[in-house]
């Protein structure tokens, strides 16, 4: 498992080198994009800071040409970041020679592109084991261990099938079997499920969520779909011309957007599907029974999607404990703060007459 660490990383586009420099403390002292765009410099990214934990996904989000591409290429050393460090376990990338770049590229990096360009002439075992041929792997290994990425990816069977035979969603399963079967810890995914229909989408995010489970690889997934950024981050950065406006948990990002540009991104998003019971439960209050008082209402777990707690909430009479693996009370939800907070109302309840009608 691996660490993949981002400081101050700048890229600037820039024909003369010295424009690149320049660019960088102009940049440093607070120039944007659009400033230099005159004199045909591209700041692509901007002081990128970031650190991606072990088994850890690390979703860049943002429009297009903000600059997330270029981003993922420095982190594989395809591009030469034009100031700053790349950190991978600890070792500076930026500092390795063409020639080590290479191995650690083709033995530790794995990539996943959006169009995932398989070979027609080859079947679908030698497409997978593509990677490891590469690395000069004997070919009686490498197709055992493409085989096994293939199962884990579900296309068990179709090894000896032919690329055209296979559906979009399935080469681009394919695609990511290449990138396993290299047993490689960071994986690298640049809009890698942007061009498969909605439901075949949903799949391989399911997908990638369970073989992460057991794989506990370090991912880092670009994509300019911010529902997708919140089912598979655990934490997520939101580019916006070239820089991280905002690093956080989908949480974080959903209910407390950095600025107007993030507020405007996620005020579509269904919030009761993203957020679950902890971001709204209490601490256990006394007055609230449980099963120690007897109580049989149905709990829910801090995990449980606002969506799924609201259905309990509306049949318990009181509000809904939340209870951790072993049943244990760990906090409770009361039914006028998660509707409160499924439609982000933050004033308080408003004093009316009517209050005491109804009591
Ligand atoms: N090789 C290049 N030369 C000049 N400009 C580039 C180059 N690659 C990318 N850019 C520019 O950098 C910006 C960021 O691009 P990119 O990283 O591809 O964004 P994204 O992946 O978010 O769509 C864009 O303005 C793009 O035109
Ligand atoms: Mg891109």
Request: hydrophobic share 45%; proline share 4%.
């Amino acid at each position: 498992m691996s660490t993949l660490q981002a400081e101050h990383v700048y890229k600037v586009f820039a024909r003369r080198p010295g424009d690149r420099a320049a660019a960088v403390r102009a940049l440093e002292r607070g120039a944007d994009r659009d400033e230099l765009r005159a004199d045909g410099t591209t700041a692509a990214v901007i002081d990128a800071s970031f650190r991606v934990e072990p088994g850890e996904i690390f979703v860049v989000m943002g429009l297009s040409g903000s600059g997330k591409s270029t981003l993922l290429r420095m982190l594989n050393g395809l591009l030469e970041p034009t100031a700053g460090r790349i950190l991978f376990d600890g070792e500076d990338l930026t500092a390795l020679g063409a020639r080590e770049m290479r191995h650690v590229r083709s033995t530790r990096i794995s990539m996943v592109f959006q169009h995932f360009a398989l070979f027609p002439h080859r079947d679908v075992l030698a497409n997978a084991a593509y990677g490891l041929e590469v690395q000069g792997v004997p070919r009686a290994e490498r197709e055992r261990r493409a085989a096994e990425a293939l199962t884990l990816c579900g296309l068990g069977g179709w090894e000896k099938s032919w690329p055209d035979e296979l559906s979009g969603g399935m080469q681009q399963r394919v695609g990511l079997a290449r990138a396993l079967a290299t047993d490689a810890d960071l994986l690298l995914m640049d809009e890698s499920f942007s061009a498969l229909d909605p439901l075949i989408r949903r799949d391989m995010q399911d997908q990638l969520l369970e073989l992460q489970r057991t794989l506990k690889k370090t991912i880092v997934f670009i994509t300019h779909d911010l529902n997708e950024a919140m089912r598979l981050g655990d934490s997520i950065a939101v580019m916006r011309d070239g820089r991280i406006v905002q690093q956080g948990t989908a949480e974080d990002i959903l209910t407390r957007p950095a600025d107007d540009y993030v507020a405007s991104f996620v005020q579509d998003v269904d919030r009761s599907r993203v957020l679950t019971a902890d971001a709204v439960m209490d601490d256990a209050p006394e007055d609230v029974p449980d099963g120690a008082d007897g109580c049989t209402c149905p709990t829910v777990s801090a995990d449980t999607p606002l969506a799924d707690l609201c259905a309990v909430s509306a049949r318990v009479p009181h509000a809904v404990n939340v209870t951790d693996a072993e049943g244990a009370v760990v906090g409770s939800v009361p039914q006028d703060r998660l509707v409160a907070f499924i439609g982000d109302e933050q004033r308080p309840p408003m004093a009316c007459a009517c209050a005491e009608v109804a009591a």
